[in-house]
């Protein structure tokens, strides 16, 4: 018999009220395990989640960037022994890939089953985070939350990764976190229990420049005419290729792509580049790499593109681009048609069709005021259902929630 679903996968998120809070003396303490010190759209949830939980601890496998936000909100930070970091092992490697590995593993599932003893809760914010920290965490008697902030599919994972996860998590884990219903559905389907998953959507806030496009274009050095923008690192999955290509159908339309490598998907930027210059775009098409302003340049552009390819657990650009009332096309893949209600406050394409995304692309900026009011419904849904507070409120719960078990 399948297992009942938490509620929040059964309809929309209702609006939150304050989580229960502790005393500042009888708080838990939490260990925060993440297997990166790079930037990037888990990080992010992770900075906004920990702000009430100033004296816990971060456990990082590597140093980098994320290391000094988190010691600038309160917490304590402990890295990995030296060469511990798992930034070459790859997500849809195979279980073998990891054999040679299985020394640096146990030492490092060591150092962490050491900080969970001085802690009440787990939290692991990766997927590596979690397969280090389940056991560790079971030895000592420490409940463990696993933000799973993955797709568990074949076009990700493979299907031995998938086995292991669900069945570590159906063992180990008080809680799993997920984002969206399509990432709790792909967790189930890999046989992860349905009664363990609750769906906390990932909340941002955004401080929307009062300032005109056209001003902010000129601060930022972008061209005047119509403009475009797609958001997120560069790997193949995130179908900046696909952009390129649609962008060949519509002369006249610029495009800037904003993010970087971060994973080792550099032959994929290289590629991109190629592409732009096959195509004949490649002056139209602006490669800014890594920015801190996404927000000024996202509020700059006529349209925000999220062109994934594969299924998205969630889209936090989406999100982004719907507080700073920006018209969105999204593939429609993954959790996307959630965020977007179908369809109702955005466009929605097939995934892997530059046609489709052109011709979207050419009815959009055909006439912006027919879809004026369509984005304006966009903002308001962002701000009732994907506010930052909202999911903290909802993330501390569950780690009050998993601290009281017995």
């Known amino acids: ?90 997500r849809d490697a195979s279980v073998l890939r990891a054999l040679p590995k299985l020394g640096r593993l146990a030492g490092l599932a060591l150092d962490i089953a050491r900080a969970a003893r001085t802690c009440d809760v787990v939290y692991a914010n990766s997927q590596k985070a979690f397969l280090l920290s389940a056991l560790p965490a079971r030895l000592v008697g420490r409940p463990i939350i696993w933000h799973l902030h993955d797709i568990l599919d074949g076009a990700h994972f493979g299907r031995a990764q998938r086995i292991v996860q669900a069945r570590l998590a159906n063992l180990c884990a008080t809680r799993v976190v997920v984002p969206s219903r399509a990432a709790a559905d792909a967790f189930i389907r890999a046989g992860g229990r349905a009664s363990r998953v609750s769906v906390v959507p990932n909340g941002l806030d955004l401080d929307v420049d009062p300032r005109s496009p056209a001003a902010l274009r000129a601060e930022l050095g972008l061209p005047a005419g119509p403009l475009i923008g797609v958001f997120s690192r560069l790997a193949p999955w995130k179908g900046q290729d696909v952009v390129i290509e649609a962008l060949a159908r519509l002369p006249g339309l610029r495009c800037i792509v904003v993010g970087a490598a971060l994973f080792g998907e550099d032959a994929y930027a290289a590629q991109l580049h190629a592409l732009a210059a096959a195509h004949g775009v490649a002056d139209r098409v602006l490669f800014l790499g890594q920015r801190s302003d996404v927000p000024r340049l996202m509020q700059a552009v006529d349209a925000v593109v999220h062109p994934s390819v594969d299924p998205e657990p969630f889209g936090r650009t989406l999100v982004e681009a719907m507080l700073a009332g920006i018209p969105v096309i999204a593939t429609d893949t993954g959790a996307a048609a959630e965020i977007l209600d179908g369809g109702a406050v955005g466009t929605l394409v097939p995934p892997r069709r530059p046609d489709r995304l052109a011709a979207a692309l050419a009815v959009l900026l055909d006439d912006p005021d027919a879809v004026a009011a369509r984005t304006r419904l966009a903002r308001d849904r962002a701000l009732t259902l994907y506010g930052a507070d909202r999911m903290r409120d909802a993330l501390t719960q569950l780690i009050l929630d998993a601290a009281a078990r017995p």
């Open 1 to 90: 018999m399948t297992e009942a679903l938490s509620v929040g996968m059964l309809a929309e998120p209702a609006p939150l009220g304050p989580a229960r809070t502790a005393e500042p003396r009888n708080r838990p303490r939490v260990l925060f395990v993440t297997h990166t010190g790079t930037m990037s759209g888990a990080e992010l949830v992770l900075r906004d989640a920990v702000a009430p939980w100033a004296g816990s601890t971060a456990f990082l496998f590597e140093d980098g960037a994320f290391a000094g936000i988190l010691r600038g909100l309160g917490l304590e930070i402990r890295l990995a022994r030296p060469g511990a970091g798992l930034s070459g092992l790859r």
